[in-house]
């Protein structure tokens, strides 16, 4: 006979029970209040980033994330920098600490525990530059043409 050192022999698992809070998935508007390089116990370097993100009732919440620097993660770095409206990857510390204050909107879900987890940074819509083509010109009495 196997023991248990719990003496359970029902199998527990995290199904949220009434009451439980589940965080809403929806889109939320988003500040970067915290952004720092590490360097993980495997060795992986990635970004840690703490975001402030904005109910429409006004009430603030924080959501965590984490950006792998890998090969394989790099199209989230990518979705997370053009989501801030970037089109330039940070190259230092200095270029990253940069990135706090910054806003954003992004899909936020419950995770496992029913809290909040970035699912997809929404790419900012860029408008093109029309600082250079200037104000149409006056029309004087003499450019009418009768």
């Known amino acids: 006979m196997i023991s248990y050192p719990d003496n359970k022999t029902a199998v527990e698992t995290n199904v949220p029970q009434e009451g439980d809070f589940i965080f809403p998935k929806n889109t939320y508007d988003f500040s970067i209040t915290s952004a720092a390089h590490k360097t993980y116990r495997t060795g992986t370097e990635g970004i840690e980033i703490e975001l402030e993100g904005y109910y429409a009732s006004g009430k603030t919440f924080r959501c965590f994330d984490r950006v792998f620097l890998t090969a394989n993660a790099m199209w989230k770095l990518d979705q997370f920098l053009a989501g801030l409206g970037m089109?330039?990857?940070?190259?230092n510390d200095d270029e990253l600490s940069g990135l706090i204050g910054k806003k954003g909107k992004a899909v936020i879900g419950p995770n496992d525990d029913g809290y909040p987890k970035v699912l997809k940074?929404?790419?900012?819509?860029?408008?093109?530059?029309?600082?250079?083509?200037?104000?149409?010109?006056?029309?004087?009495?003499?450019?009418?043409?009768?």
């Open 87 to 91: 089109s330039k990857r940070p190259e």
């Open 121 to 146: 940074y929404n790419e900012i819509e860029v408008a093109e530059d029309w600082s250079k083509v200037g104000p149409p010109a006056i029309q004087t009495s003499e450019d009418v043409p009768f």
